[in-house]
Nanobody
Framework: QVQLVESGGGLVQAGGSLRLSCAAS????????MGWYRQAPGKQRELVAA???????NYADSVKGRFTISRDNAKNTVYLQMNSLKPEDTAVYYC???????????????WGQGTQVTVSS
């Protein structure tokens, strides 16, 4: 089983920066995809950014140019650098990892506990 531990959330003024981190531990076959989702009150959870083990990335249109996702495969850790934060970025941010058995033919999603990011105007 994989456990995800997130850190780095907090309260910041508009225009400020935060860096989120998520470390995966436990019995891991392979983690190809890691990413960050967020959910604001009353809204659906949405993808913020994702990265593969090979370094390919994709971002939500709303964060392009402001957020950067990165990954340390040796540490099984993913980061989200958030710059130029806006009040609309306020949400609970969740780390996600997809464990893939490769030729064994299965995969499983894991989620972190969530970390609150609040951006004041």
């Amino acid at each position: 089983q994989v456990q995800l531990v997130e850190s780095g959330g907090g309260l910041v003024q508009a225009g400020g920066s935060l860096r989120l981190s998520c470390a995966a531990s436990g019995s891991i076959f392979s983690i190809n995809h890691m990413g960050w989702y967020r959910q604001a009150p009353g809204k659906q959870r949405e993808l913020v950014a994702a990265i593969t083990s090979g370094g390919s990335t994709n971002y939500a249109d709303s964060v392009k140019g402001r957020f950067t996702i990165s990954r340390d495969n040796a540490k099984n850790t993913v980061y989200l650098q958030m710059n130029s934060l806006k009040p609309e970025d306020t949400a609970v941010y969740y780390c996600n990892a997809i464990e893939d058995s490769g030729s064994y033919g299965w995969e499983y999603d894991y989620w972190g506990q969530g970390t609150q990011v609040t951006v004041s105007s």
